[in-house]
């Protein structure tokens, strides 16, 4: 199971990115979906999360009110929105999946995705 994340990219500080997510569709319809990142020398940490059905969404601290979650569950994609972009937001992106939230946000999913590098510049 491979779960493929896309949208990377190098842009100014304040500027907007959309990250795109594909998984297979028995995954994608039951699973919760996250957003994790690692920036370089960092550990990776926790960023956005939203539940099969979409009605829940969870986000780090540091993203509130700035990045947002979505799902189509037709298209059996995830998407995460980045708005008001800042050099602290680059790093690599990952997608997960898991049918646990608790896991998701624990950072113990069981699928995830190659990363996509985001490097904002200052």
């Known amino acids: 199971v491979q779960l493929q994340a896309s949208g990377g990219g190098l842009v100014q500080a304040g500027g907007s990115m959309r990250l795109s997510c594909a998984a297979p569709g028995r995954i994608f319809m039951s699973y919760v979906m996250g957003w994790f990142r690692q920036a370089p020398g960092k550990e990776r940490e926790f960023v956005a999360a939203i539940t099969w059905s979409g009605s829940s969404t969870r986000y780090a601290d540091s993203v509130k009110g700035r990045f947002t979650i979505s799902r189509d569950n037709g298209k059996n994609m995830v998407y995460l929105q980045m708005n008001s972009l800042k050099p602290e937001d680059t790093a690599v992106y990952y997608c997960?999946?898991?049918?646990?939230?608790?896991?998701?946000?624990?950072?113990?999913?069981?699928?995830w995705g190659l990363g996509t590098q985001v490097t904002v510049s200052s």
């Open positions: 997960a999946a898991d049918p646990s939230l608790i896991n998701v946000l624990g950072g113990r999913s069981h699928y």
